[in-house]
């Protein structure tokens, strides 16, 4: 099975896609990114983005919160 490094390059690759399926492959590996290393700011960050894509703005909003929570500086160019 992937690491949590290369399933959040693989949730990278697929938000740059831009598609629909493409977004919501990203969100489960994403998430596994951030359920095993949950001080991982980049992965909380593009889960943001992920949700914010598919149009869930209450789980982009924590995600976004997440990341500010671990960087003060991270969340701001990011809030809703």
């Known amino acids: 099975s992937m690491t ?11 938000l740059k896609l831009g598609d629909d399926a493409s977004i919501a492959a990203a969100i489960p590996l994403l998430e596994s990114v951030v359920r095993d290393e949950p001080d991982n700011l980049v992965g909380h960050v593009n889960l943001g983005v992920a949700h914010h894509l598919a149009g869930d703005l209450s789980e982009a909003r924590a995600s976004y919160e997440r990341a500010t929570d671990l960087d003060p500086e991270a969340g701001e160019p990011w809030f809703l």
């Open 4 to 14: 949590p490094r290369e399933r959040l390059a693989e949730g990278i690759r697929l």
